[in-house]
T-cell receptor, first 113, second 115 residues
Framework: DGGITQSPKYLFRKEGQNVTLSCEQNLNHDAMYWYRQDPGQGLRLIYYSQIVNDFQKGDIAEGYSVSREKKESFPLTVTSAQKNPTAFYLC????????????FGSGTQLSVL | AQSVTQLGSHVSVSEGALVLLRCNYSSSVPPYLFWYVQYPNQGLQLLLKYTTGATLVKGINGFEAEFKKSETSFHLTKPSAHMSDAAEYFCAVTTAWGTGNQFYFGTGTSLTVIP
């Protein structure tokens, strides 16, 4: 079945550590997105990518980094510069047509030890 | 830029009662509007969307929404609530203009259904 796979489902970060969240899609979508979700704040865009080897910062990119080396993959690294990383992270993808929907993965809950 | 406001972060209804979740948007160009539902610890699923054409759109699980340009609203309704409707609901807007097909989400409304 086509879809978006996020792993791991739960992740724990130690102080000063970088961690990487995986996002893989087999929908042949050009555009991919990372959102951060905090209670009561909705979804906030971290980074997005419309094509391979290109990506743009969203509203809250500080402390995060991404890469888009393959069309199917868009990993997110939460660096030690992100001082408040505890949140639910959602990856999404869509075709490059404006009125089409976002497809979401099932999310990764990141917590700080 | 676009934005979405969802009035009421928490809504409670009795089972069988009308569900009304409010969404107002801001956009300087014609919007595309979406409602998503999220169950605990899961991703978001599309309920329905408005792009062009008929302003009353029907979605899955008996939900519908009406695009009212004059009121800049896209409220979500369901005639009779079911226990399985308890979830978080998000309204989102995007447009054909700008870069990256960015979606702008509201802060969400948590729906509780009382038996």
């Amino acid at each position: 079945d086509g879809g978006i796979t996020q792993s791991p489902k739960y992740l724990f970060r130690k102080e000063g550590q970088n961690v990487t969240l995986s996002c893989e899609q087999n929908l042949n979508h050009d555009a991919m997105y990372w959102y951060r979700q905090d209670p009561g704040q909705g979804l906030r865009l971290i980074y997005y990518s419309q094509i391979v080897n290109d990506f743009q910062k969203g509203d809250i990119a500080e402390g995060y980094s991404v890469s888009r080396e393959k069309k199917e993959s868009f990993p997110l690294t939460v660096t030690s510069a992100q001082k408040n990383p505890t949140a639910f992270y959602l990856c999404a993808s869509k075709v490059a047509v404006a009125n089409e929907k976002l497809f979401f993965g099932s999310g990764t809950q990141l917590s700080v030890l | 830029a676009q934005s979405v406001t969802q009035l009421g972060s928490h809504v409670s209804v009795s089972e069988g009662a009308l569900v009304l979740l409010r969404c107002n948007y801001s956009s300087s160009v014609p919007p595309y509007l979406f409602w998503y539902v999220q169950y605990p610890n899961q991703g978001l699923q599309l309920l329905l969307k408005y792009t062009t054409g008929a302003t009353l759109v029907k979605g899955i699980n008996g939900f519908e929404a009406e695009f009212k340009k004059s009121e800049t609203s896209f409220h979500l309704t369901k005639p009779s609530a079911h226990m399985s409707d308890a979830a978080e609901y998000f309204c989102a807007v995007t447009t054909a203009w700008g870069t990256g097909n960015q979606f702008y989400f509201g802060t969400g409304t948590s729906l509780t259904v009382i038996p």
